[in-house]
């Protein structure tokens, strides 16, 4: 069966500090695979997605940069963190363009 | 932007009654779906009805879809606590997107 794994789960990091969230998917190949984020309260906000290796598509022009850098890894990174940035983030796969998503259990991240 | 809107944004009820959350969504779509997100953690795939469909029923879930007024609706029967979340409705904003599009939720609180 997949299952995708996404970490850290929390982390809380100073402003202009870098950041490296990753996220891996286990038993699919060549998912599409995507980042969203959730302010607090909020619905989600498509940041990246993906559809195999080396291909990244924005959603939102930001400080925010994504890396695909094999088929099931997907590492969203920032060089230097805003206050702004501060949310909870998801990582996803689907095996097709129209499917059903699924997720990853979130890393929350907290910029002081 | 956003392609779907859930109405209402916020619904209180009491165990053993019925809850229904709508969704309204902007462009055609190949099919509409909806996910629940419990407080804190990933959002996991509910139902999906494609867009040549009308009703669709899954336990205690019943998903309608009505493209000419471009709605849809989840009714969850004889609602438990353990249905206390958030449901978000979701769609891909075009022909050949890969971009899911979600909603901001609507907050179901089920009081035993």
């Known amino acids: 069966s997949q299952t995708i794994h996404q970490w850290p789960a929390t982390l809380v990091q100073p402003v202009g500090s870098p950041l490296s969230l990753e996220c891996t998917v286990e038993?699919?190949?060549?998912?599409?695979l995507y980042w969203y984020r959730q302010a607090a309260g909020r619905g989600l906000q498509l940041l990246f997605y993906?559809?195999?290796?080396?291909?990244i598509s924005s959603e939102v022009p930001q400080n925010l940069s994504a890396s695909r850098p094999q088929d099931r890894q997907f590492i969203l990174s920032s060089k230097k963190l805003l206050l702004s940035d501060s949310g909870f983030y998801l990582c996803a796969w689907s095996g097709d363009s129209t499917g059903e998503l699924f997720f990853g259990e979130g890393s929350r991240l907290t910029v002081l | 932007s956003q392609q779907g809107e859930e109405d209402p944004q916020a619904l209180s009820i009491q165990e053993g009654e019925n809850a229904t959350m709508n969704c309204s969504y902007k462009?055609?779509?190949?099919?509409l779906q909806w996910y629940r997100q419990n407080s804190g953690r990933g959002l996991v795939h509910l139902i999906l009805?494609?867009?040549?469909?009308r009703e669709k029923h899954s336990g205690r879930l019943r998903v309608t879809l009505d493209t000419s007024k471009k709605s849809s609706s989840l009714l969850i029967t004889a609602s438990r606590a353990a249905d206390t979340a958030s449901y978000f409705c979701a769609s891909y904003s075009g022909a050949g997107s890969y971009q899911l599009t979600f909603g901001k939720g609507t907050k179901l609180s089920v009081i035993p």
């Open positions: 038993g699919t190949s060549n998912p599409n």
């Open positions: 462009t055609s779509i190949n099919n």
């Open positions: 009805i494609r867009s040549n469909e």
């Open positions: 993906s559809v195999g290796i080396g291909q």
